[in-house]
C-alpha cells in the first residue's frame, strides 16, 4: 500500500516556506503543490475492487494545531453532480468526501469528517470497528468548490479535536471515501472491502506524524434560554407563562486521551418530539435518544443484551435521565412537570495507550413536586461505569458495565419506587480464523432494593409477574426488601469472508434480572436461541446492483420451560439498476404451540393462536427530486379469528439545492380476537378479561428542511396521530391452555359492554438554526401539541379522530436559545 509524503508545516522550521492554507475549498495553495497525490482509489460500491468510473486525488497535511485535507474529486460533468444544502450534520444523498482518522491507530476506533459539494458538513464517531455514530460533534473548518474540472473538498481538522497519545512519531488509521451519487458508486483508499470484517481494521496505516503536541482540549459553551407557552393551572385552565434559564456545557481534556464533558442546567428544547404511539401491549414502550449530550460518544457505553433491526437495548438506557416524572398521575395534576430537570451531568471518556477504553456517567436529577408538596419523582442520581480493554491488536476483547441508581425517596415515593438499583456485566469477544468468525458472551447481574411495598410491586410489575397462579417455578414473597438477578448470552458470528453471514446466539435470565431503573429490559424470566444467517453479494446480481437475502428463526421460554414464541422469516431487500429498491418477506410464529405468560397481566398463560404475515415495501430512486414509496403488510391468524393490514405511501421531495422534504401517510387495521381488556374483582373472584378489538389507526408525517447557508437553516416537523379502538364480545379467561376458543373463554357480563376509545394527537416543532460562529449557534423554536382523547366515543372513525383533534385548544411554546464556543 503506497503511503503518502507527509508535508509537515511547523511555523517553527524557518527552513520551510510552505503557510497553512486557506480553507476555501480551492487548490492553489502552496501545500496542495507539494504534497504528494494519494491517487489509488478503488470502487466498493456496487462493485468490491473495481476501477472508479471517475479519478479522485487527496492530499494531505499538517502542522502542529491542524491537519490538512484536500480532496480533488474529478467529474466530466459537473453540472450533473448530486449536491444538496443541508443544515449541519444533514446526512441527504449526496456527492460526499469522507475522511476517517484513526488518531489512536487501534483498528477499532475512528473519527468521520463528510463534506458535500454544497458545504454541507457532517461528523461521526465509529467504534467496534464498524458501529457508526453520527451524533459525535467537533467544531472544524470546511469548504467545497465546484469547478469545470469536478469540485474539491478542503478541511482543517485542529488536532485538539481528536484524542491520542503523543510519541514523537504518531502512526494514524487514515480512510478517504468519495461517493459518486449520481452513478450509485462509491470509492475508496484504501479499498474497502465489504466481505472483510470491520471498517477501521481496513483503513491504512500511515506514520510520520511527528512532534505533534498533546491534544489538551478546553471549551466552554454558556447559553441561555427564554422561553414563553403554556403553563397550565392545576386544574387544566390554559395558561401561558414566560421562563428564563441559563447553563453551560463544558469540554477539558483532562490529559491527551482522557476528555471530561460537563452539562449544568442543559436545556434540550431544540430535540424533535418523540413519534405518536399508542400502545396496548403489556410492555413499555422504547423511545431513541435524541438529546445530543447523551448522543454523542454513546458507543462506548454500549452493552447490548436485545437486538432487533437495528435497536438495541441493554444496561444503560439514556431516557432515564430526566424521564418523566413516575408518580405524575398519582400525585401531579395540569401544572406538574412532565420532564424530570437534570440538575448536571458529566461524562468522562477516552482510551489509555495500553487499549483500555474509558467511560463513566454521573447525572442528578431534581425533586420534581405535584400537588400539596407531595414527591411525584424523587431527586435521583444516576451513574454508568464502562470498561473495555483490547487484547490481539483489537481483535479480542474484554469487558466491565456497572450502572447503579440512587433515589433519595420520601414518604410518598418509597413504597412505590426502588431506592437503589446496582447492575453490573462482564463481556468478552474473540476473533479467530482470519478475523471471520467472532465468538462472544456476557454475564450481567442486577440487585435492586427499597421499602417492602416497593418490592412488592416490583415484583408484580409485567417484567416479573412473580403473582402469577400457574407460575410454580416462582415463590412471591410481599416482605422482601430486595430482588436480585442475572443473565447470560453467547454468540457465534461469521462476520467477514465470502457472501454469507450468519449470527447465532443463545441466553437465559432468571426471574428477578431487573435493569429497568438505568437499562431497558421488557420482561425477565426466559431462555432462547436465535439463528440469522445472510446472503450479501459484493458484486452486481441480475437485475439488482446490490443487495441481502435473511433467513431468521428462533425460539423462546420461561424459565420453567413453557414455550412462549417461536417463529421464522426469510426476507430480502434490494437495489434495482434503476436505482429504485425494494424490500419484503414473509414468516410466521408459533407454528408450534406457545402461550404467554403476560397477556393476562398477572393471570394465567393463556394459548396465542399461530399467525403468517408477509410485507413488501417499493422506494422510488433517491437520486430524482420526487421519489416516491408504497408499502404495506398483511398478516392473519391461522384460525382465522383476528388479521392486520397497512398500507403507507409517501415519498422524499427535493427542489433545487436547497429545499428537501417528505411526506409520509400510514393506515393500519388491525382486529385482535384477544385483546385484554382489563382485570376485575367481583364477588371475591378475579376475572382476567379479554375482548375482540377492532382498531384504526392512521398518520401523517411530515418534514420540511430548507437550508439558506450552510450555517443557517429552518426544519419543519409535524405529525398529527389518531388511533380508534372498538371492543365487541367481552369475554373472561377460562382455560387459559386451552387451544379451542370457547374452551379458553367463558362470557363476561359483570361490568356490562366494553368501552371502546380514541386517541389523538398532533406534535409539530419548527427549529431555525444558525451556527453564528465555529460551534456558536442560535436557535428559535416553536413547538406545538394538541390532545384529545375519548374513553368512550360514538364514532371510530380516523378522519373523525383528526377533526377533533383540531377542535382542542393547542399548547404552543416559543423559545430562544443561545450558546456561545469558546475553545483553544
Known amino acids: 500500500m503506497p503511503v503518502p509524503i507527509m508535508v509537515g508545516i511547523t511555523p517553527r522550521d524557518p527552513d520551510k516556506a510552505i503557510r497553512a492554507p486557506r480553507i476555501d475549498g480551492r487548490a492553489d495553495d502552496d501545500t496542495w503543490r ?138 494514524f488509521g487514515l480512510m478517504l471515501m468519495r461517493r459518486i451519487a449520481r452513478r450509485g458508486e462509491r470509492v475508496a483508499w484504501p479499498l474497502f472491502r465489504r466481505s472483510k470484517t470491520g471498517m477501521v481494521s481496513q483503513w491504512a496505516t500511515v506514520p510520520g506524524f511527528s512532534n505533534l503536541p498533546a491534544p489538551r482540549r478546553m471549551e466552554l459553551m454558556p447559553y441561555s434560554v427564554a422561553k414563553y407557552g403554556a403553563s397550565p393551572l392545576g386544574n387544566g385552565t390554559p395558561r401561558n407563562a414566560a421562563a428564563t434559564q441559563v447553563g453551560a456545557d463544558i469540554k477539558v481534556g483532562l490529559t491527551s486521551n482522557i476528555t471530561l464533558d460537563a452539562a449544568v442546567n442543559p436545556d434540550f428544547g431544540q430535540v424533535e418530539a418523540d413519534p405518536g404511539v399508542l400502545n396496548l401491549t403489556a410492555f413499555e414502550q422504547f ?156 454475564m450481567a447481574g442486577s440487585h435492586v432494593t427499597g421499602t417492602a411495598k416497593s418490592i412488592a410491586l416490583t415484583q408484580r410489575s409485567n417484567v416479573h409477574l412473580y403473582q402469577r397462579p400457574d407460575a410454580d417455578h416462582l415463590s412471591y414473597d410481599s416482605t422482601r426488601t430486595s430482588l436480585s438477578g442475572m443473565m447470560v448470552q453467547g454468540a457465534l458470528e461469521k462476520q467477514g469472508g465470502g457472501i454469507t453471514r450468519l449470527h447465532t446466539s443463545v441466553w437465559y435470565m432468571t426471574p428477578g434480572f431487573e435493569i429497568n431503573d438505568l437499562g431497558f429490559r421488557t420482561r425477565s424470566d426466559e431462555m432462547g436461541h436465535s439463528l440469522w444467517f445472510a446472503l450479501r453479494p459484493v458484486t452486481p446480481v441480475g437485475m439488482f446492483r446490490r443487495g441481502q437475502a435473511n433467513f431468521n428463526a428462533w425460539q423462546f421460554r420461561n424459565t420453567s420451560g413453557l414455550l412462549l414464541g417461536n417463529g421464522g422469516n426469510v426476507n430480502g431487500w434490494g437495489e434495482l439498476k434503476n436505482f429504485w429498491s425494494v424490500n419484503g418477506g414473509v414468516g410466521f410464529n408459533d407454528l408450534v404451540p406457545a402461550y404467554s405468560d403476560r397477556d393476562s397481566r398477572g393471570g394465567p398463560e393463556i394459548f396465542r393462536p399461530a399467525r403468517l404475515q408477509t410485507w413488501f415495501n417499493l422506494n ?185 383533534i383540531f377542535e382542542r385548544r393547542p399548547d404552543n411554546v416559543f423559545l430562544i436559545k443561545a450558546s456561545y464556543w469558546l475553545g483553544r
Open 34 to 171: 507539494t504534497a504528494t497525490p494519494i491517487t489509488a482509489f478503488r470502487q466498493w460500491e456496487p462493485t468490491e475492487d473495481a476501477d472508479p468510473s471517475f479519478r479522485t486525488e487527496a492530499r494531505i497535511a499538517y502542522d502542529t494545531r491542524n491537519l490538512y485535507v484536500l480532496v480533488r474529486a474529478y467529474d466530466p460533468h459537473p453540472d450533473s453532480l448530486l449536491s444538496v444544502l443541508q443544515r449541519r450534520d444533514g446526512m441527504a444523498l449526496s456527492d460526499d468526501v469522507i475522511i476517517g482518522i484513526d488518531s489512536y491507530n487501534d483498528k477499532r476506533t475512528g473519527y468521520m469528517f463528510r463534506l458535500t459539494p454544497a458545504g454541507t458538513m457532517s461528523d461521526g464517531y465509529v467504534f467496534n470497528d464498524g458501529n457508526e455514530d453520527w451524533g459525535w460533534n467537533a467544531v472544524w473548518e470546511g469548504a467545497a468548490q465546484i469547478d469545470s474540472l469536478g469540485w474539491t473538498a478542503e478541511y482543517r481538522i485542529p488536532l485538539s479535536q481528536l484524542r491520542y497519545v503523543p510519541q514523537g512519531d504518531n502512526t
Open 287 to 442: 423511545f431513541a435518544e435524541r438529546r445530543p449530550f447523551f448522543l454523542e460518544g454513546v458507543g462506548i457505553f454500549r452493552y447490548d443484551i436485545d437486538c432487533n433491526d437495528g435497536q438495541c437495548t441493554g444496561l444503560f438506557y439514556s431516557r432515564r435521565v430526566g424521564r418523566s416524572p413516575q408518580l405524575r398521575g398519582n400525585f401531579g395534576d395540569a401544572a406538574s412537570p412532565l420532564q424530570s430537570r437534570i440538575i448536571g451531568a458529566a461524562k468522562v471518556t477516552g482510551r489509555l495507550g495500553n487499549g483500555l477504553s474509558v467511560g463513566f456517567i454521573d447525572a442528578i436529577t431534581q425533586r420534581e413536586q405535584g400537588t400539596q408538596l407531595r414527591t411525584i419523582e424523587p431527586q435521583t442520581n444516576y451513574a454508568v461505569l464502562r470498561l473495555q480493554q483490547d487484547l490481539r491488536g483489537g481483535n479480542s476483547g474484554i469487558g466491565l458495565m456497572v450502572t447503579n441508581t440512587a433515589r433519595q425517596t420520601d414518604q410518598w415515593t418509597q413504597d412505590v419506587l426502588r431506592g437503589n438499583a446496582w447492575t453490573g456485566g462482564l463481556d468478552g469477544r474473540h476473533r479467530f480464523a482470519n478475523n471471520r468468525w467472532q465468538v462472544s458472551g456476557q
Open 620 to 804: 422510488g430512486d433517491g437520486r430524482k427530486s420526487v421519489a416516491p414509496n408504497i408499502g404495506g403488510s398483511v398478516g392473519r391468524r391461522l384460525d382465522g379469528l383476528g388479521s392486520s393490514w397497512n398500507i403507507h405511501t409517501g415519498a422524499n421531495v427535493r427542489l433545487g439545492t436547497q429545499f428537501n422534504g417528505s411526506i409520509n401517510l400510514n393506515y393500519t387495521r388491525n382486529i385482535d380476537d384477544q385483546q385484554w381488556n382489563g382485570n376485575f374483582v367481583d364477588n371475591g373472584v378475579t376475572s382476567y378479561t379479554f375482548a375482540r378489538l377492532y382498531q384504526r389507526t392512521g398518520s401523517v408525517t411530515a418534514r420540511i428542511n430548507y437550508t439558506l447557508t450552510p450555517t443557517l437553516s429552518l426544519e419543519s416537523y409535524v405529525q398529527p396521530f389518531v388511533s380508534t379502538g372498538n371492543f365487541t364480545d367481552w369475554r373472561a379467561l377460562a382455560d387459559g391452555r386451552s387451544h379451542d376458543r370457547d374452551e379458553r373463554f367463558r362470557p363476561y357480563t359483570a361490568r356490562g359492554n366494553p368501552q371502546g376509545f380514541r386517541f389523538g394527537q398532533l406534535r409539530t416543532n419548527n427549529v431555525v438554526r444558525w451556527e453564528y460562529r465555529p460551534g456558536s449557534v442560535l436557535f428559535f423554536v416553536w413547538t406545538q401539541g394538541r390532545d384529545a382523547s375519548d374513553a368512550n366515543p360514538d364514532q371510530f372513525g380516523v378522519t373523525q379522530g383528526y377533526s377533533r
